[in-house]
């Protein structure tokens, strides 16, 4: 019962390098998210896709791009990683809108040097 | 910009201790979630409050939604160490697909 599952779990990259972030949901559901999360600010939307083919911008878009591969997976590329980026990464899912429950991955620890 | 501020930020208690969390914001929200988030895990939904006034029971934990709907409380009877975690909210407007978050309270439960 694998829900929502992304990698790496931990990365350490240099300033410049790039990355993708892996998420793939197992349930059926249509829409997904990336969030990260740093001390202090709760979760913070950087890009979602509402449905397979589609992806929109969220509060944090800068610095990231997505994919919506097929239906199961989303990804998340960071072009040329900054120390801002250090943070925690969530992908999340949920059956269509933010009236259904996201559910979420256990995360990706990211570290800037 | 929409807000919704949460309280207190940290909180440490006794086990056997009643405590009680808020959401507060000035906008108004067609329902409002509950997340818990343990250390090196997502956050998982407890419950979703929908009605102005609405109360929910999740066991030890209560949930109430304002009569305005701008705000909400979790009050927790008797914690246990169990209940230590991270606690979250987050408003939803209008069904879009973007959730309004809460920075979160941190609850420590001690033995």
């Known amino acids: 019962n694998a829900g929502v599952t992304q990698t790496p779990k931990f990365q350490v990259l240099k300033t410049g390098q790039s990355m993708t972030l892996q998420c793939a949901q197992d349930?059926?559901?249509?829409?997904m998210y990336w969030y990260r999360q740093d001390p202090g600010m709760g979760l913070r939307l950087i890009y979602y896709?509402?449905?397979?083919?589609?992806?929109d911008k969220g509060e944090v878009p800068n610095g990231y791009n997505v994919s919506r591969l097929n239906k199961r997976e989303f990804s998340l590329r960071l072009e040329s990683a900054a120390p801002s980026q250090t943070s925690v990464y969530f992908c999340?899912?949920?059956?269509?809108?933010?009236?259904?429950?996201?559910?979420f991955g256990d995360g990706t620890r990211l570290s800037i040097l | 910009t929409q807000l919704l501020e949460q309280s207190p930020q940290f909180l440490s208690i006794q086990e056997g201790e009643n405590l009680t969390v808020y959401c507060n914001s000035s906008?108004?929200?067609?329902?409002l979630q509950w997340y818990r988030q343990e250390p090196g895990e997502g956050p998982v939904l407890l419950v979703t409050?929908?009605?102005g006034g609405e109360v929910k029971k999740l066991k030890r934990l209560t949930f109430q939604f304002g009569d305005a709907r701008k705000d909400s409380s979790l009050h927790i009877t008797a914690a246990q160490t169990g209940d230590t975690g991270l606690y979250l909210c987050a408003g939803v407007v209008d069904s879009n697909y973007q959730l309004i978050w809460g920075a979160g309270t941190k609850l420590i439960i001690k033995p």
């Open positions: 906008s108004v929200f067609s329902s």
């Open positions: 999340a899912s949920s059956i269509w809108d933010s009236n259904q429950p996201q559910h």
């Open positions: 349930m059926n559901h249509n829409s």
């Open positions: 409050v929908v009605t």
């Open positions: 896709s509402a449905s397979e083919g589609t992806t």
